[in-house]
T-cell receptor, first 114, second 112 residues
């Protein structure tokens, strides 16, 4: 497994602003993933972030709204842009470190947009 | 497109009872994962099931996988309050991108 940290752990933001969430891993990993978990819901994959290439976005998510950076093998950021109350969710990063495609999750960032 | 469904969505049970959570998925996959999420917390990996017929057990929880039926089960034996949490199954949808598709989740409440 890996030790994963996220910053901030929670934030309350105003409509129309942007927030950047950081994800740090204690070891080098090839793939990092960003998920959204809306209140009382399951997890939905936003995008897969590979070092040295553009992130791969899932249907319904676009780079203009959720730009992602992956500058090295231990770090990634997700920005939630031009926020609206519908963006209020928990945002989780995860990494895959084993040969079994098992993913390990960070503690999450709880975002509330007013 | 891979769909993953769990049932029940909510399960209230008494301590000491047994019950099973079901996870059905719509397209072929031979890898399935179970996670636990406590309220306000992140996800904890419970089981990795890698092939048809795989069975894993940890304490009062036992998970199995039937790839032909596209079904996984999470069996709870003699439930205790500490097992109260939300349980998610996730299916590997794309080995290249290592993409997981999560089930709807089952919220388990174990009462004394």
């Amino acid at each position: 497994s890996a030790v994963i940290s996220q910053k901030p752990s929670r934030d309350i933001c105003q409509r129309g602003t942007s927030l950047t969430i950081q994800c740090q891993v204690d070891s080098q990993v090839t793939m990092m993933f960003w998920y959204r978990q809306q209140p009382g819901q399951s997890l939905t994959l936003i995008a897969t972030a590979n070092q040295g290439s553009e992130a791969t976005y899932e249907s319904g998510f676009v780079i203009d709204k959720f730009p992602i950076s992956r500058p090295n093998l231990t770090f990634s950021t997700l920005t939630v842009s031009n926020m609206s109350p519908e963006d209020s969710s928990i945002y989780l990063c995860s990494v895959s470190t084993s040969g079994y495609n098992e993913q390990f999750f960070g503690p999450g960032t709880r975002l509330t947009v007013l | 497109e891979l769909k993953v469904e769990q049932n029940p969505l909510f399960l209230s049970m008494q301590e000491g009872k047994n019950y099973t959570i079901y996870c059905n998925y719509s397209t072929t996959s031979d890898r399935l994962y179970w996670y636990r999420q406590d309220p306000g917390k992140s996800l904890e990996s419970l089981f990795v099931l890698l092939s048809n017929g795989a069975v894993k057990q940890e304490g009062r929880l036992m998970a199995s996988l039937d790839t032909k039926a596209r079904l996984s089960t999470l069996h709870i034996t003699a439930a205790v309050h500490d097992l109260s949490a939300t349980y998610f199954c996730a299916v590997l949808a794309d080995t290249g991108f290592q993409k997981l598709v999560f089930g709807t989740g089952t919220r388990l409440l174990v009462s004394p």
